[in-house]
């Protein structure tokens, strides 16, 4: 991978996926706003799909471990592990 042109725009797409970018975005710079909330930090997002660019979003990182990498650490009695399924995918969410 990589080199290649993205998809045309009128190509189909999955419906979470419509203005998953701005969704992002306004998580992003909502939540750094909170108090002690570990979110990246939004570096520059070109939203307009009509952009020559086309749509993307440029952020911080922020160290961490996957879900997938620790699911079978958490006690199934917590909160957020009785949420996990056992390949650490919240029910209902694509694996």
Request: charged share 15%; net charge negative.
């Amino acid at each position: 991978m990589g080199g290649e042109d993205p998809p045309p725009l009128e190509t189909p797409t999955l419906g979470y996926e419509h203005e998953l970018l701005r969704g992002e975005v306004g998580f992003y710079t909502s939540a750094a706003t909170a108090a002690d909330i570990p979110v990246p930090e939004v570096v520059y997002g070109e939203l307009d799909p009509h952009a020559v660019s086309r749509p993307y979003l440029i952020s911080t990182l922020r160290p961490g471990t996957p879900w997938h990498a620790i699911s079978g650490t958490i006690p199934t009695t917590s909160a957020v592990g009785s949420g996990l399924s056992s390949d650490g995918w919240w029910p209902g969410s694509p694996p």
